[in-house]
């Protein structure tokens, strides 16, 4: 189904670049936090390569840090990467009819926010070349990012690593916060999401759970209240 | 209690993540037509954020002031949509000043 390979390998390796880019930053703080919950580098490195999920990451390494429970991290990967779910669903109608089953569990494996963006922008049936190369070209920046945080985490002043670290917080603020100016309904589950999620950090019996637990809790209750509520309209799909 | 192996628990959210991934390919034919389900995975990528962002984000600082400041900044900035990088680096440097 290559209809033709090197010009979609090029294509693919110069719209990962700039993704490239953003996920070296993304990862160096991610990096900070694995080094907290004791990785080595060339764990962090291997992690994030295969993982490829910021938000799963962060709470898999903050289980780590709490030696969880392994259901935990189950549970944890689970909820935090279901839109994956999603994207994948959406994904499977831009492959080609006839493309080989191996071809389909690849592409797939490449989803993250921004290559399921450029491979569904891609007009037409997305070529596997494409979204393999610009897939290969930001992870491996992932990779080293996250394995550079590791290193820089323990060589940096702790003032700096608590500011570093602060700064996949204020990604997650930037993914969610511009779409709740346009959905009023994202507001409002943001809203009952920091409420909620302050209050069972302090509650009795709650705040005895691990925050992974409160995490995966919280984030079904609260989205299924949101869906029975407020559902979505016919078009759009939960890519953040 | 031993200790949990980092392989293991690494291993566990590789596999997971990638199955996540994959499972749609063999089971999903065409869109998700169901409503509730289409609206609940609308949803988990903003409410599984912001669970992890807060209170954490407050925690993350060694008193909470600074982090609640930080948090302002960032949820101030990110309103205004300046972009992942620059909200980040506006976290970082208000903590790193008041800490």
Known sequence: MVRNGTSDVLLGLRIGIPIAMGYLAVAFSLGIIAAKAGLTAPEGFLSSFFTRASAGEYGTYMLVAAQAAYVEVVAMCLVANLRYMLMSAALSQKIAPGTSWLHRILMACCVTDEIFGISIAHPGYTPPAYTYAAALLSSLFWAMGCAGGIIAGSLLPQPMVTALSMSLYGMFLAIILPPARSDRHVLYALVASFVLSGLCAVAPVVSGWSSGMRTVVLTIVISAVAAWLKPVRTEGDGAA | MEQ????????????VTNLIRVTPMFFIKGQIKNRFV???LYYVPYVTLAVMTFPDMVMTTPTPLPGVIALL????AAWFRLGLFPVAVICCIVTYLLI
Request: charged residues 5%; positive net charge.
């Open chain 2, 73 to 76: 900044a960032g949820v101030v």
């Open chain 2, 4 to 15: 949990h192996s980092v392989i293991i628990y690494i291993l566990l959210a590789i596999v």
């Open chain 2, 38 to 40: 289409r609206s609940f």
